[in-house]
């Protein structure tokens, strides 16, 4: 049962252009929450989302950041329009239900240079 | 607002002695705390999982507590050794996630 990948593992972006990060999540979890560490910093919860559903997207800045987990494939989270304080690490995890009751687990990450 | 703090920020100690790392947080309403390791430059590895009805979890060598009415958890690690130097999170557990700022240890041979 493979944990939860994530690709790229790494990927630099020029400022002004989009990073697409991708998530498959544990085999039978059907939750997956994104999380950003910037440089010396703790994890800041983005967005929740079941299939199909966004549950909470209270962390997701208001511009130029989106996320899904479609019915089939990835999650995506979507940045557009990168400017150097995106520079972070950006980690997935996820779940087979909800986190009350659930370990939930993360996936290696993907680290983001803009320059 | 819930507010996740770890104490202390960075620890340095040399092998074979055991250790206590601290978690408080603000608010009660949690439904379980979930400690993590991290190495550099990698993901978060799951150490712990206390369930709010616990009051401790123990695996191996790491046993970790839950005071729910004084927000507070501890994370104890008998022993310690320099395969155990990692960067330590607690995490409160609502709906989501909420981390602390973790303790950067570090264990000399």
């Known amino acids: 049962n493979a944990g939860v990948m994530q690709n790229p593992r790494h990927l630099v972006r020029r400022r002004g252009q989009e990073a697409r990060l991708r998530c498959s999540p544990m085999?039978?979890?059907?939750?997956v929450y994104w999380y950003r560490q910037l440089p010396e910093e703790g994890l800041k919860f983005m967005v929740y989302?079941?299939?199909?559903?966004?549950?909470?997207e209270s962390g997701m800045p208001k511009e130029r950041f989106s996320a899904e987990f479609p019915k089939e494939g990835p999650s995506i989270l979507r940045i557009q329009q990168v400017v150097r304080g995106d520079s972070a690490a950006y980690f997935c995890?996820?779940?087979?239900?909800?986190?009350?009751?659930?370990?939930?687990?993360f996936g290696e990450g993907s680290w983001l240079t803009v320059v | 607002k819930q507010e996740v703090t770890q104490i202390p920020a960075a620890l340095s100690v040399p092998e074979g002695e055991n250790l206590v790392l601290n978690c408080s947080f603000t608010d009660s309403a949690i439904y379980n705390l979930q400690w993590f390791r991290q190495d550099p430059g990698k993901g978060l590895t799951s150490l712990l999982l206390?369930?709010?009805?616990?009051r401790e979890q123990t695996s191996g060598r790491l046993n970790a507590s839950l005071d729910k009415s004084s927000g507070r958890s501890t994370l104890y690690i008998a022993a310690s050794q320099p395969g155990d130097s990692a960067t330590y999170l607690c995490?409160?557990?609502?709906?989501?996630?909420?981390f602390g700022t973790g303790t950067r240890l570090q264990v000399f041979p």
């Open positions: 206390i369930q709010s009805s616990q």
């Open positions: 085999k039978g979890h059907s939750h």
């Open positions: 995890a996820s779940s087979p239900g909800g986190s009350s009751g659930n370990t939930i687990y």
């Open positions: 989302l079941q299939k199909e559903n966004i549950i909470d």
């Open positions: 995490a409160v557990i609502t709906d989501k996630l909420i």
